[in-house]
Every structure is written in structure tokens, then in C-alpha cells.
């Protein structure tokens, strides 16, 4: 299983890459604006001991039950400003993660010659460092937490039983337990999957009364507002199949094939984290929806099992007779091949850094504008909710489609036709006009369009500030703001 020296150079290739993942996480900061929604939300649970969104309103507006709580440990470890140094321990959140891949595939293959450890690496470092990988996952929300303890639960080894319950980092986790459970059957494993049987039952409903308790319900609201939405399932198919073939997954992916091919009976040993991943697919692809961070829990499987085919390969070709040149060429060829896709990568990890400091500013400059200039009793629709909640906690903010305002996403699901994305749709926002009655209106271009498409909107309601946002995206590249009744001083 590896000497000790040999483990000792697998810590210090693991301590590199915790460290590359850490400082492109510190360098490069990225957040998605829903990640602001659990930001808020831990800092009411520091000020005001409630985990809610807005302070006087029970609504359970996290998707992930447990995220905000966990989100207590960076904050009291970085104190003040605790948001802008988050990336840090995400990032040393999904380090630990890859980390896991790579040393449950030693383990299993008993593989850790420093030869062969290091091609494999370098096979899967553009994958570590690839763009969707590092945005996506470290963007402030529960994506690294979910990925950390996918591998340790998804991968051979002994911790299955946590499986069932990372229904609590978020819902469809409980797909890891269904998982073990169907491995267990299949593998004649009857005690395991009596065990795992009662374990989802049980997680399932502590997870349910732990809502009721805090919230009043079971369901967080977030999921019964993204429900509404008008999903082209066609495409959500093909995103989910395809985002495993992007630049920089192919040639592991390829591996994994061969290995597949000439050990065919390897593949009883990888059946949990075959069966995992395949769940994952089908459920956001044939159920729900690829939102971007979404993807890299995916990617957790594959590290693992794209690790294990290289270790395996390089224990066949790459013999101790002939391993000196061999390895060498593999090495060098896997450098060349790294480096160029991972300079690839780079401007891209800079220009959506770049994008979300841009768009933070904005949200900001607007959130100031709005907190001077609109009276707290007066209600506020607008779409992307995060960031102005963090900004403008005081707001009376009426989202859409009711991420934080069950009254709105009850709404939306009695209209006789699904609803788009955003307020772009002018029989939608006709209907939430008459319905709800907002005082002020937040509005992209293109929602500007719609609702100006809506008979007598311009004589309810007057444009009276744009404020610029990201000029880079035609869709965002202003903000406009619009008043009812004279409601602005």
C-alpha cells in the first residue's frame, strides 16, 4: 500500500495543490450572487440568533439547511470582513476534496510510486485548476462543503453511513444514500442495506422537522420558487452529458475508458461512485436543472475514478524495468499538455474575478441609492436578490420569483403557464403588477422591454434613475429604477 517515504511524497504533492487551489481561490475571488443569500443569513444568526434572511421574517430561503451554520467557522476564524476572505476556506475546502480523489485511488490501486503519482497529477491538475471548476465551486455557497464530503462518502472506504445525511448540505444529497443503498443490493449486502435504509428514513425526517422547527415548513423556499420556471428539458439533457467532455476532462475521461477496457471486472469496486454519479446525471438533468454549481460535485466522481485508471495503467506500462524513460516521457508530455490548457483557463478565472468585483460595486452603489432615496415601508420587486439583501438589509425587498416571499412563488404557480428566468415574460409581470402593486421596480434592459410591452405601464410608473452595472453584458449592463406614484423623495 505504499511505504512511508512514498506516502510522505504523496503529503507533499497534496500540500502543492491545497496550496494552488488556496491562492487562485485568494487571488481570483468569485462569488455568485445567491451565496450573499447565506451570507446574510449567518450574520443574522451572529447579531440576532435567527437564521433568517430578513430579520423579522421566518422564511426558509437557503436551499441548504446546514450552509449558513457551517459559514459560523469562517467567520469566527477571519472575524470581520469574513466575506471577502471566504474563497480561502473553500478553497481549502475543495483542496481537501481532490486530495481524498487522489489518495482513496491509491489506496485502492496500493499505488503510490512517486512516478506514477505525479503523471497522475499532472493528468488531472487542468481538471483541478479548469475554470468551471474553480469559479463554480468556489463561489460562497455550499459547493465545497458538498464536494468535500462527497469524497468521503462516494469513495471506497468506511464512512457510507454519512451518505444519507448530506441531505443537509443540500436536498438532492440525499441521492449519495439512495446510492449506497442500491451498491449494498446489488452487492448481496443485506445488513448494510437495512442499516442504510433506516439511516434514509431517519435523515429524511430530521431533515424535514429540522425546517418545520425553524422555519414551518419542510421545503426550502428556494426550491418551490425555481419550480415555476419554464426548463427546456431537451437542453438541461444534453448539458448534463456533455459537461463531463469539455477542454481538459478528455484525456482522463479517455483513460478511464481504457482502464475500463482492459479491467473489466474493476468495475464492481468502483460500482458506488458509478451509481452515485449516474443518479446525479439523471436527477439534474431529467428533473431539474443545471444552474453552474450544480457541476463540480460531478467532477468529484471522476477525479477519483479517472486517478484510479491512471495509477492502474501506470502500474502495467510503466513496470520498474522500464518505469525510468517511460515515465519521464509520460511526464514531460503531460506538462506540455497541462500548461498550455491550463493558460487557457487562466483569463478566463480572471475576467469572471474581474466581472464579479464590477458587479459587486454595482450592487452596492445601488443598494446605497435605494436605501436614500426609498421610504423602508415601500416595496421593492426585483430579481437578483443576494447581493442587494447584503447591501440593502433594510429593504423591503419583494424578489422574484420568491426566493425570500412565499406569497410570490404561490402566485406564480397558480398562473396557467411556466415562467421565465427572470421578469421578461410581460403576461407575467402584467400579472404581478395587479397582483402585488410594488412601489419601486429594479429592472434589467431586457426586463425594461417587457414591462414597457404591458398596456398603460408608462403612466403608472416613471423611469427615474439608470444606473450603470456591467457594461461588458448587454443584459446587465444597467440597472434602471422606476417609481410609482411619486414614492421617491
Request: hydrophobic share 50%; net charge positive; with cysteine.
Amino acid at each position: 500500500m505504499g511505504s512511508s517515504g512514498q506516502k510522505t511524497f504523496f503529503y507533499f504533492l497534496a500540500s502543492l495543490l491545497s496550496a494552488s487551489i488556496i491562492l487562485l481561490g485568494w487571488r481570483f475571488d468569485f462569488l455568485f450572487d445567491d451565496a450573499f443569500i447565506s451570507f446574510r443569513i449567518t450574520e443574522n444568526i451572529r447579531q440576532f440568533g435567527k437564521p433568517n434572511l430578513f430579520q423579522h421574517q421566518d422564511v426558509y430561503t437557503s436551499t441548504s439547511l446546514l450552509y449558513p451554520f457551517l459559514n459560523l467557522i469562517p467567520a469566527w476564524i477571519f472575524g470581520a470582513g469574513w466575506t471577502d476572505k471566504i474563497q480561502l476556506w473553500n478553497g481549502f475546502l475543495m483542496a481537501l476534496s481532490m486530495i481524498v480523489c487522489l489518495y482513496h485511488a491509491g489506496q485502492s490501486t496500493g499505488n503510490f510510486q512517486p512516478w506514477h503519482q505525479v503523471i497522475t497529477l499532472l493528468l488531472l491538475l487542468p481538471w483541478f485548476l479548469e475554470f468551471r471548476n474553480l469559479i463554480y465551486g468556489n463561489s460562497g455557497l455550499e459547493t465545497a462543503w458538498y464536494m468535500m464530503l462527497l469524497s468521503l462518502c462516494i469513495l471506497p472506504g468506511k464512512i457510507e453511513w454519512l451518505a444519507p445525511w448530506l441531505i443537509f448540505i443540500r436536498p438532492e444529497g440525499w441521492l449519495a444514500g439512495w446510492a449506497v443503498f442500491i451498491d449494498s443490493v446489488l452487492k448481496k449486502n443485506f445488513r448494510q442495506s437495512k442499516r442504510i435504509i433506516l439511516q434514509l428514513g431517519f435523515s429524511l425526517g430530521f431533515w424535514a422537522l429540522a425546517g418545520w422547527g425553524l422555519y414551518g415548513t419542510a421545503i426550502p423556499q428556494s426550491l418551490l420558487a425555481k419550480a415555476n420556471h419554464l426548463i427546456e428539458r431537451p437542453n438541461e439533457i444534453a448539458k448534463g452529458f456533455s459537461y463531463l467532455l469539455f477542454s481538459g476532462h478528455s484525456i482522463p475521461l479517455a483513460l478511464f475508458l481504457i482502464y475500463c477496457y482492459q479491467f473489466p471486472k474493476t468495475w464492481k469496486s468502483d460500482s458506488l461512485t458509478l451509481i452515485w454519479a449516474g443518479l446525479y446525471l439523471l436527477f439534474y438533468s431529467v428533473l431539474a436543472a443545471w444552474w453552474p454549481w450544480y457541476l463540480p460535485p460531478l467532477f468529484v466522481a471522476f477525479w477519483y475514478l479517472s486517478a484510479k485508471a491512471s495509477l492502474t495503467l501506470c502500474q502495467k506500462y510503466l513496470s520498474k524495468e522500464n518505469s525510468g524513460l517511460r515515465s519521464a516521457l509520460s511526464t514531460a508530455g503531460l506538462a506540455i499538455v497541462g500548461i498550455w490548457q491550463i493558460k487557457a483557463e487562466l483569463p478566463k478565472i480572471q475576467e469572471a474575478s474581474e466581472a464579479f468585483e464590477i458587479r459587486k460595486n454595482a450592487s452596492q452603489s445601488l443598494c446605497k441609492f435605494l436605501i436614500k432615496s426609498i421610504p423602508d415601508s415601500k416595496k421593492i420587486l426585483l430579481e437578483p436578490l443576494g447581493m442587494n439583501a447584503w447591501f440593502g438589509p433594510s429593504l423591503q425587498i419583494m424578489d422574484y420569483p420568491g426566493l425570500a416571499n412565499p406569497k410570490m412563488a404561490t402566485f406564480l404557480s397558480t398562473l396557467p403557464w411556466k415562467v421565465p428566468h427572470r421578469l421578461t415574460d410581460p403576461r407575467t409581470d402584467s400579472a404581478i403588477l395587479e397582483k402585488f402593486k410594488p412601489d419601486v421596480l429594479v429592472l434589467w434592459p431586457e426586463e425594461v422591454n417587457a414591462f414597457k410591452k404591458i398596456s398603460g405601464f408608462e403612466n403608472r410608473y416613471n423611469q427615474i434613475k439608470i444606473l450603470p452595472y456591467y457594461l461588458a453584458e448587454k443584459r446587465m449592463d444597467s440597472v434602471s429604477i422606476f417609481q410609482k406614484n411619486q414614492v421617491l423623495n
